[in-house]
């Protein structure tokens, strides 16, 4: 039969022992060293004067009376150091540093969420749950809070490469349903799933450009008139604003060699791949050619406006038959928030083409321009329709960057919205 307890070494009293005190005492000694264990400090020299129940642990690098005891408990006891060495999950409490230490793996650790593998970390922490070993933190409960320490507050989700994903899940039933975050990339993404297997992108935000790309649309092609699809339905014809309503319809005559301008309103940032221009009579010239572009808006002249630097040329076609006709840009154009104008241009006389008056709730107002013509829409913005004559070089060989000539004569006679020519765009989407 071994003399002593297996865990805290205890001396036993033996049968007919003498002095049966001394052995009781000395128990009694360990006993008040390790139980309910508060160290004064980790430290490798042990105090000067020491008081009688004063324990520590001893340090890594120990001299004096602690030499040679690294990682055990020192304690003070009538007028002498007695030591004891810990075994693995025996606790102490720290006064200096006000944190639980556990021993493990043969060193004393800080104690974290109830278990110590290394300083300071937990394997995993469940508050009014089970945690695992994906959910290693785990929090059941009504609500939960984040609240700052002073200033600010930030909620970080860090990936290791940018392939991986960082990302919020919501559920249902355990099953998810919307994900928004880094996931495959570095682009901003939300994601949503019938089944929580397989997900579809419904939005993407560009990490470069802040570009916003609807991959599934908005919702926006019904809010327009029927217009064709083309290509794989990715593209589409419609007007540049996404409340824009026609109001009627009319036909316009462009002179020969003159260059129409008319300024159009984009709600959001888009890319346009070209546009439409409806047709009703080709020119009398059957080499007649038309040319459609985009140009930014430049600075007010008088009731009128200038035209900016160039933004997109879609290139001359012959005019030839009535009918719709279709310019495609090289690549698509990106048009962010602003007002834009287009420039519309033919070569030969006698071309006329249908125009759609459009009202625009919040850039147009109703009003009567004068006691003798009818009610309509003005627009608010810098929806003047201007023209350009002798411009027959522009209209033949390419608009030029920009325009740099001063005055320009105001067609049409008002603020009204004409829309020339209907875009062509790629559902709000980037280039693939």
Known sequence: MSLTTPNLDLPYIAPAQAQKHVTHNEAIRAMDALVQLSIISIGDIPPESPENGMRFIVGSTPSGDFKNRAGQIAAYQDG????????????????????????????????????????????????????????????????????????????????????????????????????????????????????????????????????????????????????????????????????????????LTLPANGVYFGAMWVDRPTYITGGLVVVVTPSSNPDAVMRLGIFDIGQPDGNNWRVGQRRADFGAKIIGASGGKEFTADEPVLLTQGWYMFAIGVSGPGTVIRYIQTHTPGLCQFSLPDVSSSASFLSVGPSICCFLNNRASDITTGFPENYTVGATDASSGGFRNFTFFIPKFRHWNAPQ
């Not at 006064?95 to 300071?120: D, T």
């Not at 809070?145 to 507050?153: I, R, V």
Request: charged residues 15%; proline residues 4%; glycine residues 10%.
């Open 80 to 251: 002498a150091w007695a030591f004891y060495t810990p075994q693995t999950g025996w606790q102490a409490f720290d006064q200096n540093q006000s944190l639980m230490l556990v021993f493990e793996e043969g060193q004393w650790q800080a104690l974290s969420g109830g278990a110590a593998s290394s300083s300071e970390m937990a394997p995993r922490f469940g508050i009014n749950g089970t945690a695992d070993d994906v959910n290693k933190l785990l929090l059941q409960s009504e609500a939960s809070l984040f609240n700052h320490d002073g200033a600010g507050h930030q909620f970080k989700i860090n990936k290791a490469a940018e392939t991986d994903t960082a990302s919020l899940l919501y559920q249902s039933a355990f099953n998810g349903h919307a994900e928004m975050g880094l996931t495959g990339n570095n682009d901003f993404s939300v994601n949503v799933s019938p089944d929580g297997d397989s997900f579809i992108n419904a939005l993407r935000i560009d990490k470069a450009t802040a570009d916003v790309r609807f991959e599934h649309g908005t919702g926006r092609d019904m809010l327009l008139p029927t217009m064709p699809n083309t290509g794989d339905g990715q593209e589409f014809f419609g007007f540049p604003n996404l409340l824009t309503i026609p109001i009627a319809q009319s036909n």
